[in-house]
């Protein structure tokens, strides 16, 4: 199982950015998907999560109404969409694979699976 993170970049407060992440080697409805972010100086947390085949999702506090986790079966991917972003969202984000799905979320010892992070930054 291979995971791809890309999309991250500069954006200004306020702004969107989209990350990717294509799976590929397995089905993508194999897997609950997660993303999470480390920022500078802090523990890596849980940001969203999409469950395997429900498509059932989870937000952190702190992205909740702002970021959007979807995912498309045609092409094995699955998006973030981040808008209103603030500076606190910098920092390099992960995609993960959990084949058991998303009992553990937000706790990434559930993720079996782990991409490159694409490092984001919002600043002016």
């Known amino acids: 199982v291979q995971l791809q993170a890309s999309g991250g970049g500069l954006a200004q407060p306020g702004g969107s950015l989209t990350l990717s992440c294509a799976l590929s080697?397995?089905?993508?409805?194999?897997?609950?998907i997660g993303w999470y972010r480390r920022a500078p100086g802090k523990e890596r947390e849980g940001v969203s999560c999409?469950?395997?085949?429900?498509?059932?999702?989870y937000y952190a506090d702190s992205v909740k109404g702002r970021f959007t986790i979807s995912r498309d079966r045609a092409k094995n991917t699955v998006y973030l969409q981040m808008n209103m972003l603030r500076p606190e969202d910098t920092g390099v984000y992960y995609c993960?694979?959990?084949?058991?799905?998303?009992?553990?979320?937000?706790?990434?010892?559930?993720?079996?699976?782990w991409g490159k992070g694409t490092q984001v930054t919002v600043s002016s």
């Open positions: 080697g397995f089905s993508l409805d194999d897997f609950a």
């Open positions: 993960a694979a959990a084949f058991g799905g998303t009992r553990q979320w937000p706790n990434e010892r559930g993720m079996d699976f």
């Open positions: 999409i469950s395997k085949s429900e498509d059932i999702t």
